[in-house]
C-alpha cells in the first residue's frame, strides 16, 4: 500500500464541499466582552430579569477561570476580546411570519448545502428549526408537535413563553461554574433549541436543527435545552456544516439533557464545520460541552456523534446517571485528516443503582490528524450493581497521524463491573488485496472497510443521517489512503 | 528561589540537606543543583494530573529526618537467594565486595558519578529523584561485562530504619553490557518501628541485546511511605522484564518509565498489588517505544479491599517512525468490599500506523458462578473466595520464577485475604 504522488495530489486537492458565505446584512455587535455585552444581548432577545442576572453571574466567574490546558490539542491562543459576541440577520420586520418571509438569500444558503427546509422538512417528515448564525430564522411542524404538546422552538421563544421551565431547568444539569467554555457560553450564548415534551408522549417526529456559522467574526454560542417528562420518548438530530473562512472561528456550544422517570432521550449529531485547508490553515475551533442526566428510574439517554469537521474538537457527550436502572450510551465516529485535532468521548457517571453504561467510540485518523478519545467511567459508592462496557478502536491511514486513548476509570462499588477495551490498527494489506482482487478500486475498497469499522455506530444513527454520515465520511477521507 | 517562596516541607528538607552536606560524598554542585530542582518543583498540588489519584497531603505534613550514613548493621529478613547485600538507608553497611550474584558493585568513591547521580527530569516523579539525587547517601553501581551469562540473582534488601521517622533515600543504578545477562532482586523492608519514608531510584542501562530480569517486592510497614522511580532504557535487540508484587506500605507510589531505544527492543512488566487495610498503592508505568519493531507488555493485577485504593496508570507512546511496534497492556481489578477503591487508566499514544496496540481492563468481583461452583463442591465462602482470588493473583504470580520469593508473596497473599475474606465473609 505504497502512497503515491497521485494520491498526495488528490489528498491535497481535496477541498471543503460546503464552502462559501452568503452576503446577507448582519446586525453585529463591535468585537469585546464585558457586562455591558452581555447586558445587550440580553436587552436585545428582551429577557427577564433572571437571565441577566444569571448570564452576569457567570460572566464574573469566567473572568475567574482559566483556559483548561489539558486536552491533547495544540490550540493557538484565542483572543477572546477580538470576538463578536452577537450577530443577528437584519429583521425584515418582526421576523418572519412563514417561509416565505424569511430572507430569499438565507434560504438559498441552505439550498446550497443541501438542506432544502420546507422540502425536506415535508418528505422527510422532520421539524426543522434552523439556526443561521444565533436567530433562529423559520420553524415548521409546530401545529403537529404543539398537537402532541411538545414544545420545540427557539430558545430565545422559550424565555418569553415558557420562562418558569427555563428558570427551573437552565443550568440544572451544566451549571454556569462548569467549565471555561461552558461559563463563557453561559454569559452570552445567543440561541439555540428548546425541547419539552411532556409526560408519557413519544414524540411524532424527529427533530432536527440545521446549524450554520456565517458572518465573519462571530463566535456561535449555543445552548439546547431538551426535557422528557415522565415515560416520554424524543430523538433530535443536529447537523452542522459551515462556510469556507480563513480565519478560526469559535464555537462555544452547551446542551443540557434532562430525563425524567422512564424518560428516553436520543441526541444525534453529524458535525461537519469547516476543518481548514490542507495546510491546517483556519478552520473551526469547537468547544462544546454536552451534558445530559437521567434524572429519574429507568430513564435512558443516548448520544450518537459523528464528527468529520472542525480544525479542533473538544467535546465529551456525558450522561449523569442518577435515577435507579437508567442507562447511559455513547456512539462515536471522530474523524481527523490534513491538521485536524480532535480530543473527544464521555463521561458515565453511575450513582444510581443498577446503572448501565455503553461506550463505542471509533477514531480514524489520517494526514497529520490527531484524534483522541478521552472518556471517564465514574462508580459512585451508591450505584449498586452497575455495569460499565467501553469499547474503543482507532484506525491510523498514514505514518504521520496520531491515535491516542485516554481512559479514566474510578470504582468505588464493589458490586461494579467494568471493562474496557481498545485496539490501535491500520487498515491491512491482506484486506485491501483481497478488495482489489474481487475487482474493486482501491477507494471504494477503503470507504467499504471504513464503512465496517464505523458500522457498529452508524447503526445507532436515525436512518437518513446514517446514509449522509456513510458519504460524509467517504468525501472526508477522499485520498487519504494509498 | 527565595526561602519564603518554598513550603515548609520543602523548606525542612533543603536545611535538612544542609545540615548533612558535609558527610554526603560526591560533587557538592551537583547535590546543590539537585536539591534546588526540588525546592523549584515542590510538593505536586492537588491539580497535577500526575498526581490525580494520589494525594501528598499527609506525607508533606511529615518532617522525616534524611538519614545518615548507616553505621552499624540491622536486622535483615532472610533472604530468598543465596547472593545478598543489605542495604541500610541506601548504603551497604561495612566492606562492599567486588562481585557479587553476577555483577560488578561499585560505589561513589569508586563508579563514575554521572551514572550514579545524574538527574531523571521529566514526570510527575521528577521531583522525589532529585531529592534523591540530593541527598542519597550510598548510591551503588552494579554493571556486567560485554557477553557475561549469569544465572545467579543478586539480592538487594533495601532497609530503612531509624530511631525517628527518617527519610531514606536508596539510589542503584544498573549498566548491562552488551550481549549480558543477569537477574535481580530487590527487596523493599522496613523496621516498621517509625512512620518512615523511602524514597528509591533506580536507574537502568541495558546495551545491544543485554537481558535483565527484574524482581521486585515492596513489603515496607504498614506505616510507611514509599516513592520509587525507575528510569530504564532498553538498547537494540535487549530485553528488560520486571516482575513485582507490591504488598506493604500506608502508600506507596511506583513510576517505571521504560524507553525502548534501540530496534526490536522488548520489555515485559508484570505484577500484582494488595491494597487492603487503609493501604494506598499507585502504579504508573510509561513505555516509550522510539524504535522500530519494539516490543513492551503491561500485565497488572490489583487487589483493594477495606479502605484500600489500587491506582493504576499504564501508558505506551509509540512514537513518529517507531513502525512494527507492538504494545499491550492488560489490567485487571478485584473490588473485595465496599469503601476500597480502583483507578485505572491504560493510555495509548500512538504516532505511527503499522502498529499493534491494544490495551483491556477490567473491574469487578468475584464471578459469582464460580463462587457458587466451588460452594457446590464443598468449600466454605471464605475458602471459595481466597481460592478465586488467589487464582486471580496467581495468573501473574506464575511469571515470578524464583521459587522462594514467588511461595513468599503466595504465602503473604493467603495470609491476608483469609484474614479478610473470614472478616468480610
Given amino acids: 500500500m505504497a502512497s503515491t504522488p497521485t494520491d498526495l495530489d488528490a489528498l491535497v486537492a481535496q477541498k471543503y464541499q460546503h464552502g462559501f458565505v452568503t452576503d446577507v446584512e448582519s446586525d453585529t455587535l463591535p468585537p469585546g466582552l464585558d457586562e455591558d455585552v452581555v447586558r445587550v444581548i440580553s436587552k436585545i432577545k428582551r429577557e427577564p430579569q433572571f437571565m441577566l442576572d444569571w448570564r452576569l453571574q457567570a460572566l464574573r466567574h469566567w473572568h475567574t477561570m482559566a483556559n483548561p490546558d489539558w486536552a491533547h490539542l495544540r490550540i493557538a491562543p484565542i483572543d477572546y476580546q477580538s470576538i463578536s459576541y452577537y450577530s443577528a440577520p437584519r429583521a425584515r420586520t418582526d421576523g418572519p411570519k412563514s417561509l416565505d418571509e424569511v430572507d430569499p438569500k438565507l434560504l438559498a444558503t441552505y439550498e446550497k448545502l443541501g438542506v432544502p427546509l420546507h422540502e425536506r422538512a415535508r418528505l422527510a417528515g422532520v421539524a426543522v428549526d434552523a439556526v443561521f448564525d444565533s436567530v433562529s430564522v423559520a420553524t415548521t411542524f409546530k401545529d403537529k408537535l404543539s398537537k402532541a404538546g411538545v414544545i420545540f422552538c427557539s430558545f430565545s421563544d422559550a424565555v418569553q413563553n415558557h420562562p418558569e421551565l427555563i428558570e427551573q431547568y437552565l443550568g440544572s444539569v451544566v451549571p454556569y461554574t462548569d467549565n471555561y467554555f461552558a461559563t463563557l457560553n453561559s454569559a452570552v450564548f445567543s440561541d439555540g433549541s428548546f425541547v419539552y415534551v411532556p409526560k408519557g408522549v413519544r414524540c411524532p417526529m424527529e427533530l432536527s436543527t440545521y446549524f450554520r456559522i456565517n458572518a465573519a467574526n462571530t463566535g456561535q454560542f449555543e445552548r439546547t435545552l431538551i426535557i422528557a417528562d415522565e415515560g416520554s420518548h424524543v430523538s433530535y438530530l443536529e447537523g452542522c456544516t459551515a462556510p469556507m473562512r480563513d480565519e478560526n472561528q469559535l464555537h462555544a456550544a452547551v446542551v443540557e439533557l434532562v430525563a425524567l422517570k422512564d424518560a428516553n432521550i436520543k441526541y444525534s449529531t453529524v458535525q461537519n464545520w469547516y476543518p481548514g485547508d490542507e495546510n491546517g490553515v483556519g478552520g473551526i475551533y469547537n468547544f462544546v460541552t454536552k451534558r445530559g442526566e437521567c434524572r429519574g428510574a429507568s430513564s435512558r439517554i443516548s448520544w450518537t456523534q459523528v464528527e468529520t469537521g472542525s480544525a479542533i474538537t473538544w467535546k465529551y457527550p456525558s450522561c449523569v446517571l442518577t435515577g435507579d436502572n437508567s442507562v447511559g450510551e455513547f456512539y462515536s465516529v471522530a474523524l481527523a485528516n490534513h491538521y485536524q485535532q480532535a480530543d473527544t468521548g464521555t463521561k458515565m457517571i453511575h450513582i444510581g443503582r443498577n446503572t448501565r453504561s455503553t461506550i463505542v467510540s471509533k477514531g480514524i485518523s489520517a494526514g497529520r490528524g490527531q484524534n483522541t478519545y478521552r472518556g471517564l467511567v465514574k462508580i459512585l459508592p451508591s450505584a449498586e450493581g452497575a455495569r460499565n462496557f467501553t469499547q474503543c478502536d482507532s484506525l491510523l491511514m498514514g505514518d504521520k497521524c496520531g491515535a491516542h486513548t485516554f481512559p479514566y476509570m474510578e470504582i468505588r462499588n464493589p458490586s461494579a463491573v467494568v471493562e474496557h477495551e481498545a485496539t490501535t490498527s491500520k487498515i491491512a494489506d491482506d484486506q485491501l488485496f483481497y478488495c482489489r482482487s474481487r475487482g474493486v478500486s482501491e477507494e471504494d475498497a477503503v470507504n467499504m472497510i471504513v464503512n465496517g469499522f464505523c458500522k457498529v455506530v452508524f447503526k445507532e444513527l436515525p436512518m437518513e443521517f446514517a446514509v449522509e454520515a456513510q458519504n460524509l465520511l467517504a468525501v472526508s477521507l477522499e485520498g487519504s489512503v494509498g | ?425
Wanted: hydrophobic content about 40%; charged content about 20%.
Fill in chain 2, 1 to 425: 528561589m527565595s526561602a519564603t517562596a518554598l513550603s515548609p516541607a520543602t523548606a525542612h528538607y533543603r536545611e535538612a540537606f544542609e545540615r548533612l552536606r558535609p558527610q554526603l560524598g560526591g560533587t557538592a554542585s551537583r547535590r546543590v543543583a539537585a536539591m534546588e530542582r526540588f525546592a523549584e518543583l515542590g510538593f505536586p498540588g492537588a491539580r497535577e494530573e500526575a498526581w490525580k489519584y494520589t494525594s501528598l497531603r499527609r506525607l508533606e505534613s511529615r518532617r522525616f529526618v534524611p538519614a545518615a550514613p548507616a553505621t552499624t548493621p540491622v536486622d535483615v529478613p532472610a533472604a530468598f537467594v543465596a547472593q545478598r547485600l543489605a542495604l541500610v538507608n541506601g548504603s551497604p553497611v561495612g566492606v562492599v565486595p567486588a562481585s557479587l550474584g553476577g555483577f560488578a558493585l561499585g560505589t561513589l568513591d569508586t563508579a563514575p558519578e554521572d551514572q550514579l547521580l545524574r538527574a531523571l527530569g521529566g514526570g510527575g516523579t521528577e521531583r522525589f529523584a532529585a531529592l534523591n539525587a540530593a541527598l542519597s547517601i550510598g548510591p551503588l553501581l552494579l554493571s556486567t561485562t560485554a557477553g557475561q551469562q549469569s544465572d545467579d540473582v543478586l539480592q538487594l534488601t533495601l532497609v530503612t530504619t531509624g530511631t525517628g521517622p527518617t527519610l531514606a533515600s536508596p539510589r542503584i543504578a544498573v549498566r548491562m553490557a552488551a550481549g549480558s545477562r543477569a537477574r535481580l532482586l530487590i527487596d523493599h523492608v522496613d523496621d516498621g518501628a517509625h512512620e518512615h519514608f523511602t524514597n528509591a531510584v533506580l536507574d537502568i542501562e541495558l546495551a545491544a541485546g543485554a537481558h535483565l530480569t527484574l524482581y521486585r517486592l515492596q513489603r515496607q510497614g504498614e506505616r510507611a511511605f514509599h516513592i520509587e522511580r525507575m528510569e530504564v532504557r532498553v538498547g537494540e535487540h535487549a530485553t528488560f522484564v520486571m516482575r513485582d508484587s507490591q504488598l506493604g506500605a500506608a502508600l506507596a507510589r511506583l513510576d517505571t518509565n521504560v524507553s525502548l531505544d534501540g530496534r526490536a527492543a522488548a520489555t515485559e512488566i508484570t505484577g500484582v498489588f494488595l491494597a487492603d487495610g487503609s493501604r494506598h498503592l499507585d502504579s504508573h508505568i510509561h513505555v516509550g517505544h522510539r524504535a522500530i519493531e519494539t516490543t513492551s507488555l503491561q500485565d497488572y493485577r490489583g487487589i483493594a479491599a477495606n479502605k484500600g485504593r489500587g491506582v493504576y496508570n499504564g501508558k505506551a507512546i509509540v512514537h513518529e517512525g517507531a513502525q512494527k511496534s507492538n504494545a499491550r497492556q492488560v489490567n485487571r481489578n478485584l473490588l473485595l468490599t465496599s469503601g476500597a477503591e480502583i483507578d485505572t487508566k491504560p493510555d495509548l499514544e500512538i504516532y505511527a500506523d503499522d502498529v499493534q496496540c491494544s490495551h483491556g481492563t477490567t473491574t469487578g468481583q468475584l464471578d459469582p458462578n464460580a463462587l457458587f461452583y466451588l460452594r457446590s463442591r464443598g468449600l466454605s465462602e471464605p475458602e471459595a473466595r481466597s481460592a478465586l482470588t488467589r487464582a486471580f493473583a496467581g495468573a501473574v504470580l506464575a511469571r515470578v520464577d524464583e521459587p522462594a520469593l514467588a511461595r513468599h508473596v503466595h504465602d503473604e497473599l493467603d495470609r491476608r485475604l483469609v484474614r479478610l475474606l473470614e472478616v468480610t465473609a
